[in-house]
């Protein structure tokens, strides 16, 4: 007895492709977005869904980041939104939940705490020479202005440790450890 698996199941990725593309039953294209085995398959999928309760959860739970992105792109659920915002790992799955935020001022808030948490230690999301979160641009500063971040720190110089300051450039985002005798 021969068994025929769906096509969105072939292990050529065009066939599986093209099978979800050409499906309209809501119902199949949920069932494909939480069986594939294929991240990108599932992905697919969430793009043809309508259902906001449906695509909330995926974007939540889904193990795979393109999943949760594509869940994300398609949702429109606000609080659904906040909620990734809030929680969301992956900064690109979060960088969208922001973007699709309507409501101006929620977005604001987000993007000031993501600031607090990312760029203000020095994590910033550069896509070309633009940070993504607080807009800052990369430079490779001739001279730097620096601002003290922290205080009495251990140094390395060499082989040994003196007493430092950690510093942040305020034009380019640079974090360096230094010790005293160096002015700021």
Known sequence: MWFFKPAWMSENYEKAVNAVRNETDQSKLLNIAKKATSGHIRAEAVYLLSDQSVLAEIAKNDRHFNVRYAAVSRLTDQTALFYIAENET???VLLKAVERLTDLKLQEFIKKVLQSKHCANGSHHYIGDVCTI??????NCRFHEWKIIAKDIKVKSGSRYLSGRKVKCKKCGKVEDQPYNISV
Do not use: L
Request: hydrophobic fraction near 20%; glycine fraction near 0%; proline fraction near 0%.
């Open 90 to 92: 992956n900064i690109e």
């Open 134 to 139: 607080c807009k800052m641009k990369k430079e």
